[in-house]
């Protein structure tokens, strides 16, 4: 479990980083997809998968919880379906997957009794939410919040 949980922070701070030192911090992390030139724009997918599939892997060996498993998915799918300025298909697949990954990752924290994790997300959201008007990368911090939640949690579970 540690080398995945390894795996999991290389793959989303690894990626995350790099997207902030040469592109800068984009309006969110989907969004970086198309910052990065034509070839290269599979290491999105790669990077989200790379962070995505340990989580499910570690979450479901912790606690049995299908809703680990679901926001692993939902994860996945976004990084199945970067392309998300296309309208259609990939675009719903690749909303429904961001907004179902938060969500049940965020209600799987509330239901194994770490809602105070949950709670935290809420009111760092709800800050950002309200200087979003003055800042436009809201969603990019809100992903990396939500990414953290999962993070604290296994952190807690694994090493304390």
Do not use: D
Request: aromatic residues 18%; proline residues 2%.
């Amino acid at each position: 479990m540690n080398t995945l949980f390894i795996i999991m922070q290389l793959a989303f701070f690894g990626y995350v980083g790099y997207i902030a030192v040469r592109y800068g911090v984009q309006s969110s992390v989907s969004e970086s997809y198309y910052r990065l030139p034509k070839i290269l724009q599979g290491i999105f997918t790669f990077a989200t998968w790379g962070y995505a599939i340990p989580a499910m892997i570690i979450g479901l060996n912790l606690t049995g919880n299908g809703l680990v498993f679901l926001a692993g998915v939902g994860i996945a799918f976004v990084g199945t379906s970067p392309a998300f300025h296309k309208l259609g298909m990939e675009r719903t697949v690749h909303t429904v997957g961001a907004i179902a990954g938060i969500t049940a990752m965020q209600l799987f924290l509330c239901i194994v009794g770490f809602w105070w994790i949950t709670l935290t997300f809420g009111i760092i959201s709800g800050l950002l939410f309200i200087w979003k008007k003055t800042y436009s990368h809201f969603i990019w911090w809100v992903e990396i919040a939500a990414f953290i939640s999962i993070s604290l949690y296994y952190l807690i579970k694994l090493y304390l």
